[in-house]
């Protein structure tokens, strides 16, 4: 990923909190058929140990499992919140006119060798976190066990677990940081009155990228 120094983020808590507040993946690997990309909502296991692991599962009939190389990477790309930024946003259109379209995005890149884990009390487990993480502030929230157990294990015997220990990962938050102070803070305000999906949590971030050394910068 082509990575700018005022655009990479590495610190692994803001890239585990982004992971996490988005799940859904896009799993790029290679198969039968050369490049191949799976779109599958990944739990990133607790622990801040040296190596993060990805957990998930997908259909038995998807043959990501059987077909990528056990000793090669995979790429795992988490794509956040990003929004579309008008150039008659700045506050130096009216000073210059030299103003021109942009994106921001916040995204996460993880490589690492997919393992499979064709066992079903992982999966279980797996599932179980996945959901406990995605049901979190909902009242009640569903639990796996609210359903009936043979019932689940009929689904679970449909899947395959798989797991990918992070080798490496890196963070690009193209937040405006770039711009110049009144152009960040014009660009916040318009943000602000947008009725966009993502366009508030965008200001967010690039409130964030103002604060002295990326601090407190949402996941």
């Not at 140990?49 to 056990?70: D, F």
């Not at 103003?99 to 079903?120: F, I, M, S």
């Not at 220990?165 to 318009?190: T, Y």
């Amino acid at each position: 990923m082509y990575c700018p120094d005022p655009f990479a983020e590495t610190r692994p808590e803001i890239l585990r909190a982004l992971i996490q507040r988005y799940p859904l993946a896009t799993l790029v690997s290679m198969g039968g058929n050369g490049l191949e990309a799976n779109h599958i909502p990944l739990y990133l296991a607790p622990g801040e140990g040296p190596q993060p692991v990805l957990q998930g599962h997908v259909a038995r009939t998807n043959p990501l499992w059987r077909e990528a190389p056990p000793d090669s990477e995979v790429l795992v790309i988490f794509q956040g919140p990003q929004h579309y930024i008008s150039p008659s946003w700045y506050a130096t259109k009216a000073e210059t006119g030299k103003v021109v379209p942009t994106w921001n995005y916040a995204v996460v890149h993880a490589h690492g060798p997919l393992h499979v884990r064709d066992d079903p009390d992982w999966i279980r487990q797996q599932m179980g976190a996945l959901t406990a993480q995605q049901e979190n502030g909902f009242t009640p929230p569903w639990q796996v066990d609210d359903a009936p157990r043979d019932f689940t294990e009929r689904l679970i015997q449909q899947v395959v677990g798989i797991e990918i220990p992070i080798s490496r990962w890196m963070g690009k938050w193209k937040v405006s940081q770039n711009q110049p102070l009144c152009n960040r803070d014009s660009v916040v305000a318009h943000l602000e009155q947008q009725k966009q999906p993502d366009s508030g949590v965008m200001a967010e971030y690039v409130l964030a990228s103002l604060k002295d050394g990326k601090k407190d910068h949402p996941g």
